[in-house]
């Protein structure tokens, strides 16, 4: 390894908004909520100052979980359980890969998960098209 | 007619799935700085919007703000929000120019009339009408026609919203902003020189969504983006707190990342999103960059005495930016920012109940 040159070491105390804190507090609301009332709640990071190195702070702090999900639409979406069961990240990235958005999910299963109604409409008639009758059953 | 054509239909119709959809709904309302909450209000009210036609006036202005939304950092999103209007007239990035530019506007605002959008960059010079022309038109009279036909006007800039630069004294062209001139329609103001992109495509995602301006501050600012100072929201606020100041650009302090307050950061009388929006792709801010805030969204910043002088040390601004900054301080120890996240939270629930 290289020795570092002769430059006096920088010392620079992590800077501190006083967000984290009440952040977890906050999920851990949220959590038991979820678990109380079963209500799901979305919190947008992005309207949240926080300093350089504490969005790596709450990353260690949230830690992982089991499932990990990566979605296409309209870009990459990943999904990340946290270590804590029901608390989800959720990073909105765009075609070319900048992050558009991110959210922690308190929700048994993601928002943007569930298959929707109007498109399984859609995979039906294309399924019964490929199979080329009305009613592929009979 | 294809603006006729609903934005969901229009989605779908360029491969976008439902669930591309939801994502786009929910990145949206992060864009508008309304809670997650509503995402299902935003998505049943983007299904139904019609693409609104949007008519962009460039006055004396330095196309700053236009590049600014350009070269935004969320192509996608402001691909799809610019997608979801008709942009029908705007001279620097339309492929038309001359006698056909002006017929598109002409043609647009006839089939259009009482319902388009009207986007105003820059400063309308009173001094002399030759000062600042379109295709021979001055601006008084082009934004006088325009307006008169427009649902809505929104004044992107500090040019167009205060009059910015050209205004600053002697203000040689005797510029003054739309609201001088604007008297009689909802009105909006996006100041910022130039405004985050983010802030302009939220105010067009706004008006899609609901069909109306979003709520605004006594400087016609929506308060989504305007609701908090740039010092309520820094993240070296704790530094200043602590008295903590750097008092050169090289000295330790400014090293050591602490509050710009003596080297004329005028973050405490500024509204505005930065701190939490950022720049450049998302990189930082220019309090992370070491500089001091100019307060480029407040009227008159360029007159304010001097970038790099303390507020304390200004006459007038300095006493209001203290009392500003004194009251705050009281919310230490809990996180300022904190709180007024959680006040403008308590301000937007109110939006999202007049939604329903
Ligand atoms: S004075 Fe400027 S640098 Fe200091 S905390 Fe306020 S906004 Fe941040």
């Known amino acids: 390894m290289m020795k570092s040159a002769s430059l006096p070491p920088v010392e620079i105390p992590p800077p501190d908004t006083g967000n984290l804190h009440p952040l977890l507090h906050e999920i851990r609301h949220a959590l038991a909520r979820l678990l109380e009332e079963g209500e799901p709640t979305i919190i947008d990071l992005r309207a949240l100052p926080l300093a350089p190195g504490e969005e790596r702070r709450l990353e260690e702090a949230l830690g992982e979980g089991e499932v990990e999900i990566t979605l296409q639409a309209l870009g990459t979406t990943r999904i990340t359980e946290t270590r804590y069961s029901g608390v989800w990240r959720v990073v909105h990235l765009d075609a070319n890969g900048e992050v558009l958005g991110k959210t922690i999910e308190i929700t048994t299963v993601p928002t943007l998960l569930p298959a929707q109604p109007g498109e399984m409409a859609r995979a039906l008639e294309e399924l019964e098209g490929a199979l080329g009758s009305e009613d592929p059953g009979e | ?143 006088q026609e325009v307006a008169e036909g427009a649902a809505a006007v929104i004044a992107v800039g500090t040019c167009a919203a205060y009059g910015g630069l050209p205004h600053a004294a002697p203000n040689p062209t005797g510029a003054v902003p739309v609201s001088d001139i604007v008297k009689d329609k909802p009105l909006v103001n996006v100041p910022g020189c130039p405004p985050i992109p983010v802030v302009i495509t939220g105010v067009l995602a706004h008006f899609l969504t609901f069909g109306r301006l979003p709520e605004l501050d006594g400087l016609g600012r929506p308060l989504a983006f305007y609701g908090n100072s740039i010092h309520d929201r820094c993240y070296r606020r704790p530094f200043y707190e602590r008295g903590q100041f750097a008092e050169s650009f090289d000295d330790e302090g400014a090293r050591k990342g602490w509050c710009l307050y003596r080297l004329g950061c005028k973050g405490p009388i500024t509204y505005n999103a930065c701190a939490t929006t950022k720049w450049n792709d998302g990189t930082s801010f220019p309090i992370e960059s070491g500089h001091g805030c100019l307060g480029c969204s407040q009227p008159d910043f360029w007159d304010g005495g001097g970038f790099y002088e303390p507020l304390s040390r200004l006459p007038g601004g300095g006493t209001a930016g203290l009392a500003a900054a004194a009251g705050a301080g009281v919310a230490i120890g809990l996180g300022a920012s904190w709180l007024a996240r959680q006040r403008q939270l308590k301000a937007r629930g109110q939006a999202e109940e007049d939604s329903r």
């Open chain 2, 1 to 143: 007619m294809k603006k006729e054509t609903t934005l969901a239909e229009l989605l779908r119709q360029q491969g976008v799935s439902r669930r591309g959809f939801l994502k786009f709904c929910s990145i949206t309302a992060s864009l508008m700085a309304l809670p997650p909450s509503m995402v299902p209000a935003i998505a049943r009210a983007l299904e139904q919007a019609r693409r609104p036609s949007v008519i962009w006036l460039s006055f004396q202005e330095c196309t700053g703000c236009t590049e600014s939304m350009t070269r935004s950092h969320a192509p996608t999103v402001e691909n799809l929000i610019l997608t979801a209007v008709s942009l029908d007239y705007h001279h620097t990035l339309q492929a038309a120019s001359g006698s056909h530019a002006e017929e598109a506007r002409k043609v647009a605002m006839k089939e259009n009339w009482g319902k388009y959008l009207l986007v105003v960059d820059g400063s309308i010079p009173l001094g002399n009408p030759g000062f600042s022309t379109i295709a021979g038109i001055p601006n008084l009279e082009m934004l």
